[in-house]
């Protein structure tokens, strides 16, 4: 049975800079920059990896600054958007990282192109993000397929990168800004490799993403979700946190939590937040959260008078806010709806 623990320290910033480098683990943080995503991820053998670098060179490279980085082996873009690609190049020119990976879509940014003319001048290593693995030591990045045609609405976001990072038994799906055409595209194209420990939560949290179908695909118990304090986005959406919640997902958030560190053995994994919450998730392990999924067993839109099995491909049509959830067939027909002749549940 693998354990979670669920830990907040007091002056873990001192800790991060002090302690933490002599990399026991693998410790994976998921840094607080703002409106943006950033993670660094380092192995117990000290190589190094990062994915986003967020909306400031400024506090991206103190970050590494501050956790005494001096190397990088691999960064991944997720996608061009400046909120996950500023300071690039900085980082480019500074660690001379021995690859790169992005979706391979271009942008009109100077930000991007910076980023392009850094990757050209320091000769790195390119590698377009289609399905592959990387290994650094025992940890391997799964790179998950891209929709196949590309995705038009919102086509940054929608095409993120989407990289599985697994380390022994332990795992964590990186999802970029994806929504919810992209996240169909994965349950079609690679459902089984969605059932991680870790969901990095798709667009910080916005309800363009977060489908409930997805949700549940991932099974994780702790999702983590990148955002500025007072955001101009409102992020995160109230629904997509009700959603998360009454899945029984512990939340953890930038914005509240400042940087969130998850160390791992490859089994049992811990959360370290770097500021103290007033109320502390419970700890959950990936056994008891998997007899959890199957709690809700029947879905609905609320402008239908039909009801599905969960896993129906008429619910992937149906969108968040018209999602209903049933945990018993006598709970769906006392809505006053009658089964789906598609999969007659």
């Known amino acids: 049975m693998r354990k979670v623990v669920f830990s907040s320290i007091i002056g873990l910033f001192i800790c991060f800079i002090f302690i933490l480098p002599i990399y026991a683990n693998l410790n994976i943080y998921f840094l607080d920059v703002g409106q943006g995503d950033s993670s660094l991820i380092i192995c117990p053998t000290g190589r190094v990896a990062l994915i986003d670098s967020g909306p400031s060179s400024e506090i991206i490279l103190n970050h590494l600054r501050d956790l005494k980085i001096d190397r990088i082996d691999l960064i991944i873009a997720s996608h061009a958007h400046a909120d996950h690609i500023t300071g690039m190049d900085e980082i480019i020119a500074q660690y001379k990282p021995r690859a790169f990976i992005d979706p391979g879509l271009s942008h009109t940014t ?9 990757l050209v001048e320091y000769n ?14 025992d940890l391997i990045f799964t790179v998950m397929p891209p929709a196949e045609p590309l995705i038009n609405i919102s086509e940054l976001n929608n095409n993120s990168t989407v990289v599985r990072l697994d380390y022994y038994d332990f795992s964590v799906l990186y999802t970029g800004d994806i929504e919810k055409d992209r996240e169909r595209s994965l349950l079609n194209r690679a459902d089984n490799l969605l059932d991680v420990n870790v969901l990095k939560i798709p667009h910080h949290g916005s ?10 695909a991932t099974n994780p118990e702790v999702g983590i979700i990148s955002c500025g304090e007072n955001n101009t986005y409102n992020h995160p959406n109230d629904e997509v946190l009700s959603l998360y919640s009454n899945l029984d997902i512990n939340i953890y958030r930038t914005d509240q939590h400042g940087t969130i560190l998850v160390q791992t053995d490859g089994s049992d994994y811990t959360i370290h937040p770097e500021i103290d919450a007033t109320c502390l998730p419970m700890v959950k392990n990936k056994e008891t959260k998997q007899d959890n999924s199957l709690e809700y067993k029947y879905a609905a839109s609320k402008k239908s008078k039909v009801f599905h099995y969960i896993d129906c491909n008429c619910v992937k049509q149906i969108s968040l806010e018209n999602l209903i959830l049933f945990k018993t ?3 769906a027909i006392a809505s006053d709806r009658r089964p789906c002749k598609r999969c007659n549940p």
């Open 329 to 331: 067939r006598e709970e």
């Open 110 to 118: 100077t930000t991007y192109e910076r980023m392009i003319d850094a």
């Open 124 to 137: 790195i290593n390119y590698y377009e993000g289609t399905s592959r693995q990387i290994s650094l030591g």
């Open 207 to 216: 309800s363009s993403s977060s489908s409930a179908i997805f949700v549940k």
